[in-house]
């Protein structure tokens, strides 16, 4: 079964705060994502990459950055926190070959305050 | 989600009797994935499809092989801890997925 690691599980930040949710991934899968879910919504990608140093945008990439440094690490940045996004933040990776299935990490519950 | 129309949003059933739920797309599908999420908020696959029927225990799915349209998830003699928040996740041609609004399952004694 793919691992996907993320940390922290827990961030409490203020309001124009400074966050970096980081994600790994074990199972050399090229694809990674990250998402966020909100009451009443499904869940919503911000930004995904198909591998080290790639970047693409998502549906809701607004106040995020994204980088992916190595084909296991993907990192999520918010330069300047706010409110809105308070969220639980998923994690995920897909080996796009012959089996696209979504492998997710635990989540990250992020508070901005 | 605006191409995942998934119903019902929410759901009773008492233990023993059987549901079924639904994925709707607005564009022909790739594959479609069931998970649940748990009160801890973790995503458990159920199922990757793309195409025909799955079944494990209790659980089966099913994915439109003809127009590629809809996919069912049937739960069977729900117990409690079915219970849950159940998410289908559909592959589009393009290479995106798109999720639905989630159904919020309660199985009571």
């Known amino acids: 079964e793919a691992a996907v690691t993320q940390s922290p599980r827990n961030k409490v930040t203020v309001t124009g705060g400074n966050v970096t949710l980081s994600c790994r991934q074990t199972?050399?899968?090229?694809?990674m994502y990250w998402y966020r879910q909100d009451t009443g919504h499904g869940l919503r990608l911000i930004h995904y990459?198909?591998?080290?140093?790639?970047?693409q945008i998502g549906d809701v990439p607004d106040g995020y950055k994204a980088t992916r440094t190595t084909q296991e690490d993907f990192f999520l940045l918010l330069e300047l926190a706010s409110p809105s996004q308070t969220s639980l933040y998923f994690c995920?990776?897909?080996?796009?070959?012959?089996?696209?299935?979504?492998?997710f990490g635990h989540g990250t519950k992020l508070s901005v305050l | 989600g605006d191409q995942v129309e998934q119903s019902p949003s929410a759901l009773s059933l008492h233990e023993g009797t059987d549901s079924a739920l639904r994925c709707n797309f607005t564009?022909?599908?790739?594959?479609v994935q069931w998970f649940r999420q748990n009160s801890r908020g973790s995503l458990i696959s159920l199922f990757y499809?793309?195409?025909?029927t799955k079944e494990n225990g209790r659980l089966k799915s099913a994915f439109d092989s003809k127009e590629r349209r809809y996919s069912t998830l049937h739960i069977r003699d729900a117990q409690l801890e079915d219970s849950g928040t159940y998410f289908c996740?559909?592959?589009?041609?393009?290479?995106?997925?798109?999720f639905g609004d989630g159904t919020q399952l309660v199985v009571k004694p």
């Open positions: 995920a990776s897909s080996d796009r070959g012959d089996n696209e299935r979504l492998f």
């Open positions: 199972n050399s899968h090229n694809y």
């Open positions: 990459s198909y591998g080290a140093g790639n970047l």
């Open positions: 564009t022909t599908m790739r594959s």
């Open positions: 499809l793309a195409s025909g």
């Open positions: 996740a559909a592959e589009a041609y393009n290479n995106r997925i798109f």
